[in-house]
């Protein structure tokens, strides 16, 4: 039993897979040859292009633009109006189609509304961009970055609460109780045990 939902408006080319469950609101494109997972949404006028590869689980906004290139692991938040790149030197008059560089964004990361993201960049798991950001170096898993050019500021953790490491290099997320360990800045979740 066939459990999408594709809003009569949107074009879905030939080749494109789409998975079991996933909405796809008015007005979206979805190229041929682009992966879209499982339990996705696609907000109004979200474009996919070609060979763009989104996991499971992963929320895009209305007037998001997905180019070649961009591989998003399960658990995504793209926020309304961000956008990716594709090429880093763009010109109307030169192809530079062969030049497309990857960009990846890790699992349960999230970027916020109109953020720009450089191509060839990843962005860490759990990371969170600020809305409004211009991402063009890449985002340490946990990693709060916000502005133009995008900076570090601080961590998050996978529930998405400010973490505050206290001088042991431990935090815990306000809103789940989970723990977090801070060392040569690299954040990672340990039990409560290690704390």
Sequence with gaps: MDTNFIHPTSIIDEGAIIGEGTKIWHFCHVMLQSSIGKNCILGQNVFVGAN?????NIKVQ?????Y???VCEDDVFLGPSMVFTNVINP???VERKSEFRKTLVRQGASIG???TIICGVT???YAFVGAGSVVSNDVPDYALVIGNPARHTGWMSEQGSKLHFNEQGFATCELSNEKYRLNNSIVEKVSPQEC
Excluded: D, F, P
């Design 52 to 56: 763009v590869t989104l996991g499971n």
């Design 62 to 66: 209305n007037n998001v633009s997905i």
């Design 68 to 70: 070649s290139g961009v």
């Design 91 to 93: 010109r109307s008059k």
């Design 113 to 115: 509304a109109n953020a």
């Design 123 to 125: 962005i860490g798991r």
